[in-house]
């Protein structure tokens, strides 16, 4: 798709010009598939004065940036001044045109159309609400027994041993540290072996193990 981008500005120079005795334009140019940007260097040498010999260069830079309102293929992109165009007006003012000529294939654009998804039977949403239901109707007194019972079982557990008759009424839980030794433990409590192993395997004792202290009513 070929277009012409036109590009007009007034360059001022330092001095008053008389005549324009020699100009150029160079330009740098860099694409993308949507914009085409770069500089523009004029260069070229004036006079002054009417009858003066002497001339002067002078160079001017003026960049750019132009959308393209399209994507372009980059390998087909073309891009190049078309006409270059000038005019002296007042006394230290040049007016430039520059028409850009830009052609090139534009991609062809991305369809960006969902497919809707597959429709769900309403059978299928029947028999899973079914489903559902059915599993909620269902009682398991079986499981509710087992927890009730493992309920049970762990105050069972910490108090095997424990006889009414004993002598020892109140009792308290001691958690072995990593410095303790059994033989800490059964003096710190005024305990022995044989009173302890009855509420302890005091054979297996490991850190952060709960010992049962038992304590007779003189101990109180």
């Known amino acids: ?18 005549e324009i005795t020699a100009i150029s334009l160079e330009p740098e140019i860099k694409t993308s598939k ?53 005019e002296l007006i007042d006394s230290n003012k040049l007016k430039v045109n520059i028409d850009l000529y830009i052609d090139g294939e534009e991609e062809e654009p991305i369809d960006l159309v969902k497919e809707e998804p597959e429709p769900v039977e309403i059978t299928d949403r029947i028999d899973l609400l079914d489903d559902m239901l059915t599993d909620d109707k269902e009682e398991k007194p079986v499981e509710e027994k087992e927890i009730e019972n493992e309920n049970n079982n762990d105050n069972i557990n910490i108090f095997n041993g424990f006889n ?4 020892y009424v109140t009792y308290h ?11 800490k433990v059964l003096e710190k409590y005024h305990l ?4 302890l192993a009855k509420y302890n395997p005091i054979d297996d004792i490991h850190v952060g193990d709960k010992l049962i202290i038992p304590t007779s009513d003189n101990e109180k």
């Open 1 to 18: 798709m070929k277009k012409i981008v036109p590009f007009n500005n007034v360059l001022t120079f330092s001095t008053d010009v008389h």
């Open 34 to 86: 949507e914009s085409v940007s770069g500089t523009f260097n004029i260069t070229g040498e004036y006079k002054m004065t009417e009858g003066e010999l002497k001339k002067e260069p002078f160079a001017f830079e003026l960049p750019f940036d132009i959308a393209l309102g399209c994507n372009y293929k980059l390998d087909t992109l073309e891009v190049d001044i078309d006409d270059f165009r000038y």
């Open 164 to 167: 009414e008759e004993e002598k």
């Open 173 to 183: 839980v001691y958690p072995f540290k990593e410095n303790d030794t059994l033989e």
């Open 192 to 195: 022995t072996k044989e009173e």
